[in-house]
Each structure stands twice: as structure tokens, then as C-alpha cells.
């Protein structure tokens, strides 16, 4: 997906390579996780997250918090409801997170852009954290902002790590006179743990590998050689 309203994104169907000007093959750079399955939803794309940091500062928060489990409680078409979970939403714009795992987010944020010295400024709805953008450096991964990392599921017991920049953790508001934190709080009545969405993704590479039950992915194409999602070579075969 690309990063801005202009651009183009591209979309591949079949394996690699996935060259991109100039001349860059991305596809020995992908990071896997397994795509998980929700019975309730079986079109749709689920990945594990076992934590969530925000720079060196891992939020307290149980990983039982993000596991799909079955919910007594909550019955659809008769049988028992799935909850929580992380799903890779097409459709949503800004990631949403469970209220309780919001607050821990929100907090850590802003003690982390305090300490960067960005000056915080009225919220700007829907929200609940916005900064002077004259207080911000920009760097090619978008304005230096806390980094919020997403520990996800690796293959065995290991782990693999999705980091989001400025890029894809602030929005610009007010004709870029602010930046607000661009994770939002879900509704009390969402039974998911975490929707990833769109502006998260955006100049990132992703791969889903129906066959094998995994998602690869490059976190960023930014952050290493300067390229983007809009810079895909289209006139290649």
C-alpha cells in the first residue's frame, strides 16, 4: 500500500522476485509469521502478537491478552463465539487496539515523546494524542517519534519483531501544523484484541503465502534503501 493519497501501490500475484527501483529484490528480506485461523472469520488474516514495545519499554501486558480463545459467553448462530486476536484488516484505516491495551500504548507514548521533546498539543478527534509538528525532527522514516514494535510469533519458539516508524505512528492533522498518534482505541463492543490497519501497512511488504500459512513481511521499505511502496518497477517482467 502506498503511504500517501497519490501514489501507486502495487499488488503481486505468484512468488518473487518483488524488484523495486532501483533494481531492488525485497523478497530475501522478508520476515515470516503464521497466519492463524478463526473459524468464525475464515477469510480473513490473523497473526500472533505475543507483545507490544514502545522503544525499549515492553507494556505490561499478559499474552494470553492477544491469543484467539473461545468465549462461552458470547454465542453466534448458535455456537460459541472466537475472541481477541490480530487481524490484518484491508478496510480500516488507523490500528485499534483493546481499551485496556490502548491506555498501556498511549502512556508509554507520551513519556517517550516527552522525553524526545516533542510539545503536546489539544487532541485532535478521533485521536487522544497530538504534538506541535514544528517540535518534531523529520528523518526518512517519518518524524522521530517513540517506535512501536509489535512482537509477533516466529517460526518454533522464536519471535520476530514488526517496528513502526513516524511513518506509520503519527498522522499529520491541522495542515500539518500537528502530529497525533495513529493507533485508536476500539469500541467496547469490538471482540478482537488488535486491528492492524492500513496506514500501519503502508510501504510495507507484505506476503500472504496461503499454501504455507504464513505472512511474510518487510516492516518498512523506508528504512534501509530509501525506497517505497510507489517505487515498484512497473515496467519490469
Given at each position: 500500500?502506498?503511504?500517501?493519497?497519490?501514489?501507486?501501490?502495487?499488488?503481486?500475484?505468484?512468488?518473487?522476485?518483488?524488484?523495486?527501483?532501483?533494481?531492488?529484490?525485497?523478497?530475501?528480506?522478508?520476515?515470516?509469521?503464521?497466519?492463524?485461523?478463526?473459524?468464525?472469520?475464515?477469510?480473513?488474516?490473523?497473526?500472533?502478537?505475543?507483545?507490544?514495545?514502545?522503544?525499549?519499554?515492553?507494556?505490561?501486558?499478559?499474552?494470553?491478552?492477544?491469543?484467539?480463545?473461545?468465549?462461552?459467553?458470547?454465542?453466534?448462530?448458535?455456537?460459541?463465539?472466537?475472541?481477541?486476536?490480530?487481524?490484518?484488516?484491508?478496510?480500516?484505516?488507523?490500528?485499534?487496539?483493546?481499551?485496556?491495551?490502548?491506555?498501556?500504548?498511549?502512556?508509554?507514548?507520551?513519556?517517550?515523546?516527552?522525553?524526545?521533546?516533542?510539545?503536546?498539543?489539544?487532541?485532535?478527534?478521533?485521536?487522544?494524542?497530538?504534538?506541535?509538528?514544528?517540535?518534531?525532527?523529520?528523518?526518512?522514516?517519518?518524524?522521530?517519534?517513540?517506535?512501536?514494535?509489535f512482537t509477533l510469533q516466529g517460526s518454533g519458539q522464536n519471535s520476530v519483531n514488526w517496528p513502526f516508524y513516524g511513518a506509520n505512528t503519527v498522522v499529520s492533522v491541522n495542515d500539518y501544523k500537528a502530529l497525533c498518534l495513529a493507533f485508536l482505541r476500539a469500541n467496547p463492543f469490538e471482540q478482537r484484541s488488535?486491528?492492524?490497519?492500513?496506514?500501519?501497512?503502508?510501504?510495507?511488504?507484505?506476503?500472504?503465502?496461503?499454501?504455507?500459512?504464513?505472512?511474510?513481511?518487510?516492516?518498512?521499505?523506508?528504512?534501509?534503501?530509501?525506497?517505497?511502496?510507489?517505487?515498484?518497477?512497473?515496467?519490469?517482467?
Amino acid at each position: 500500500l502506498p503511504s500517501g493519497p497519490t501514489g501507486k501501490g502495487a499488488l503481486f500475484f505468484g512468488d518473487s522476485p518483488y524488484s523495486f527501483l532501483p533494481g531492488i529484490d525485497y523478497s530475501t528480506a522478508l520476515l515470516y509469521t503464521p497466519l492463524l485461523t478463526n473459524p468464525r472469520e475464515p477469510d480473513s488474516y490473523y497473526i500472533g502478537v505475543k507483545a507490544i514495545s514502545v522503544d525499549a519499554t515492553k507494556l505490561p501486558i499478559p499474552e494470553s491478552s492477544f491469543k484467539l480463545r473461545n468465549d462461552p459467553n458470547i454465542r453466534i448462530d448458535n455456537k460459541v463465539g472466537v475472541v481477541r486476536g490480530t487481524i490484518v484488516s484491508s478496510t480500516v484505516r488507523y490500528t485499534t487496539l483493546n481499551s485496556s491495551i490502548f491506555d498501556l500504548l498511549l502512556s508509554e507514548f507520551k513519556l517517550g515523546a516527552k522525553a524526545r521533546g516533542l510539545k503536546e498539543v489539544a487532541p485532535v478527534s478521533p485521536f487522544e494524542a497530538c504534538y506541535n509538528a514544528s517540535s518534531a525532527i523529520g528523518t526518512r522514516v517519518g518524524y522521530a517519534v517513540p517506535i512501536i514494535t509489535f512482537t509477533l510469533q516466529g517460526s518454533g519458539q522464536n519471535s520476530v519483531n514488526w517496528p513502526f516508524y513516524g511513518a506509520n505512528t503519527v498522522v499529520s492533522v491541522n495542515d500539518y501544523k500537528a502530529l497525533c498518534l495513529a493507533f485508536l482505541r476500539a469500541n467496547p463492543f469490538e471482540q478482537r484484541s488488535v486491528i492492524l490497519g492500513t496506514f500501519q501497512q503502508g510501504d510495507a511488504l507484505l506476503q500472504f503465502d496461503l499454501a504455507t500459512s504464513k505472512l511474510g513481511f518487510v516492516p518498512t521499505l523506508l528504512a534501509s534503501r530509501l525506497t517505497t511502496c510507489s517505487n515498484f518497477n512497473f515496467t519490469s517482467n
